[in-house]
T-cell receptor, first 109, second 112 residues
Framework: KNEVEQSPQNLTAQEGEFITINCSYSVGISALHWLQQHPGGGIVSLFMLSSGKKKHGRLIATINIQEKHSSLHITASHPRDSAVYIC???????????FGTGTSLTVIP | NAGVTQTPKFQVLKTGQSMTLQCAQDMNHNSMYWYRQDPGMGLRLIYYSASEGTTDKGEVPNGYNVSRLNKREFSLRLESAAPSQTSVYFCASEIGREGGYTFGSGTRLTVV
């Protein structure tokens, strides 16, 4: 079973488009993370959320604890946003993290 | 600050060989983690260390051992490598449950 489900798995967008990536989880959590991984590259933490909404530049992350759902939005997308975006949740019992399988985003110029 | 440093970046091993993956962080973080990443699967926790001197098994610990040498360093050892251990390995650290999460750049390991 997958404690974290992401959609879509793959996404292709034209430069400038507004992008939304969704994450649903089935466990109780203390925090949710959005991570970015460029091809062949390392993993960078974009956001850590426990409630509400956070914004950093063109990226916005929201979480609805009651619905166990989070979204990552990218406004005015750019080819450099092309990467895999991973949703991860920290269980509220113990140190366990659960990771989604990622959403592969390609932004075409 | 270098953040989380992993070595080596690439390694090819023959079945049965041993090796140690090194990880060091310079952010005074308490918790450190070792993950493996395989195609089509999410990151899976191998071992973690909540603080210096403690280690605990994660989801996929078989075939691995770890050492939390001091607060900075957390190493992962493969005693007898198997082809099933071909993967990309990531070390990560965080200062605590409410802190941010920092990953190393990864080690791409191939066992032939």
């Amino acid at each position: 079973k997958n404690e974290v489900e992401q959609s879509p798995q793959n996404l292709t967008a034209q430069e400038g488009e507004f992008i939304t990536i969704n994450c649903s989880y089935s466990v109780g959590i203390s925090a949710l993370h959005w991570l970015q991984q460029h091809p062949g590259g390392g993993i960078v933490s974009l956001f850590m959320l426990s409630s509400g909404k956070k914004k950093h530049g063109r990226l916005i992350a929201t979480i609805n604890i009651q619905e166990k759902h989070s979204s990552l939005h990218i406004t005015a997308s750019h080819p450099r946003d092309s990467a895999v975006y991973i949703c991860a949740v920290r269980s509220n019992t113990g140190n366990q993290f659960y990771f989604g399988t990622g959403t592969s985003l390609t932004v075409i110029p | 600050n270098a953040g989380v440093t992993q070595t080596p970046k690439f390694q090819v091993l023959k079945t049965g060989q041993s090796m140690t993956l090194q990880c060091a962080q310079d952010m005074n973080h308490n918790s450190m983690y070792w993950y493996r990443q395989d195609p089509g699967m999410g990151l899976r926790l191998i071992y973690y260390s909540a603080s210096e001197g403690t280690t605990d098994k994660g989801e996929v610990p078989n075939g691995y051992n770890v050492s939390r040498l001091n607060k900075r360093e957390f190493s992962l050892r493969l005693e007898s490598a198997a082809p099933s251990q071909t993967s990309v390995y990531f070390c990560a650290s965080e200062i605590g449950r409410e802190g941010g999460y920092t990953f190393g750049s990864g080690t791409r390991l191939t066992v032939v």
